[in-house]
Every structure is written in structure tokens, then in C-alpha cells.
């Protein structure tokens, strides 16, 4: 069961991220949009694995791969716009 929920928590989580991107209430380079994109496709992920449903499973990784990467980046780009300034 609380699989299940997980699993469910996680698609609201990814769901609420994109309805407010495109109303406008939350920008695609938000910090929150990918945080909300990092946890809901990582519980999707532990949702995915148990019922073995590797392909979305896959797509879950590759969902919370993307936000990591570009926050790293941003992290960098400011330490570096920072030294400069």
C-alpha cells in the first residue's frame, strides 16, 4: 500500500509542476519546479521498480537526471559569475 502512495504522490507532485508551469505560476528555471520534478519522479522511481516496470522506471531517472544536471550547472555559473564580479 504504501507503495502505492508513493507512486501516486509522485505523479501529483510531477502533475502540479507542469499545470503550474503552464499557467504561468511557476517558471521552468524555478528552483521549486525542479525540486518538484526531482522528488515526484524519484518516488515514481521506487514505485516503478517494485512493480519491475523498467521502462518508466527508466524515464523516471533520466526526469530527475535532467534538474540535477542544470541546478550543478547554475550552482557553477554563479560561483564562477561570482569570482568575477
Do not use: C
Not at 26 to 38: C, G, K, P, Q
Amino acid at each position: 500500500m504504501l507503495i502505492e502512495i508513493l507512486g501516486w504522490a509522485g505523479s501529483l507532485l510531477v502533475l502540479i509542476a507542469y499545470a503550474l508551469n503552464m499557467n504561468k505560476k511557476l517558471r521552468a528555471d524555478s528552483l521549486t519546479y525542479y525540486l518538484l520534478n526531482i522528488l515526484g519522479s524519484a518516488l515514481l522511481i521506487i514505485n516503478t521498480a517494485y512493480h519491475h516496470a523498467y521502462p518508466s522506471m527508466a524515464v523516471n531517472i533520466i526526469w530527475v537526471f535532467i534538474p540535477v544536471v542544470t541546478i550543478i550547472r547554475h550552482k557553477r555559473w554563479q560561483k564562477n559569475a561570482a569570482k568575477e564580479a
